[in-house]
């Protein structure tokens, strides 16, 4: 979850629970002001619930509430963080915490792929790329300048899929330049009619820049699984 969203979800907060002195749920709407205003927080909540499972992180719920509670008071003393300080505490907590997650993907990926490079029948190219051939081509080898038609499965190193051309029943058609590293590398090695099982350095992938929404994180290898159908001839750059 990007961190101006978490904010905008921790500010709109403030207007939750316009009384909280009985503990959540026992605060019952009297009149229509009350039970607009309980809706609001219903509403907003949701959202915020959204964000946190995004954000995946737990935060302290008590404290959440206390600092809403807090920031309502009449007392200016009673908040321990200013409200101008308070989206800098948080982008400073996210930060760190995602500095750390990339750090800890990266090594965790490298040692994935330093095993899986001692496995039997798995080749490592110069870049680091590997792969696995499950079914070897005899039509034509394409080159960097060329459209391909392929069918894939894109898989996190836990097995788990993310994306693949298969659920849609329909092949991807791409060109070879306009697509990350590794698949531009690894379709070169391919003839029409092959199946390759590729496995991607993050510096061949995606790296630690992941695009809005990515089913995966930063600074992760990925596994794709490879069936090329069809190579459309593009033209050959000028000498």
Not at 9 to 32: H, Q, Y
Not at 198 to 225: C, D, H, K
Request: hydrophobic share 40%.
């Amino acid at each position: 979850m990007k961190v101006k969203h978490l904010f905008l979800f921790l500010s709109s907060a403030f207007i939750l629970f316009v009384s909280c002195g009985g503990g959540i749920g026992s605060t019952r709407p009297k009149n229509a002001l009350d039970s607009v205003s309980y809706a609001i927080g219903v509403n907003q909540g949701a959202a915020w619930k959204i964000g946190m499972k995004r954000s995946n992180v737990e935060l302290n719920d008590e404290m959440i509430l206390a600092g809403v509670r807090d920031a309502l008071s009449k007392d200016s003393l009673a908040v321990l963080v200013k409200p101008e300080n308070a989206g800098m505490v948080i982008e400073s907590f996210f930060d760190r915490r995602e500095k750390q997650k990339k750090k800890e993907n990266l090594e965790n990926g490298r040692k994935f792929l330093a095993e899986n490079a001692k496995k039997a029948g798995v080749e490592t190219t110069a870049s680091g790329l590997q792969y696995i051939i499950e079914r070897e081509g005899t039509g034509v080898q394409p080159r960097a300048y060329d459209t391909v038609e392929v069918s894939y499965r894109g898989l996190l190193i836990d097995g788990k899929e993310f994306e693949s051309s298969y659920t849609r029943n329909k092949p991807a058609k791409i060109y070879l330049k306009g697509v990350i590293k590794g698949w531009t590398e690894g379709i070169q090695l391919m003839r029409e009619g092959a199946k390759y099982k590729f496995f991607l350095p993050t510096e061949l992938a995606y790296g630690e820049y992941v695009y809005p929404n990515s089913p995966f994180e930063a600074n992760v290898p990925l596994i794709f699984e490879i069936e090329l159908l069809n190579v459309i001839p593009g033209k050959a750059p000028a000498k």
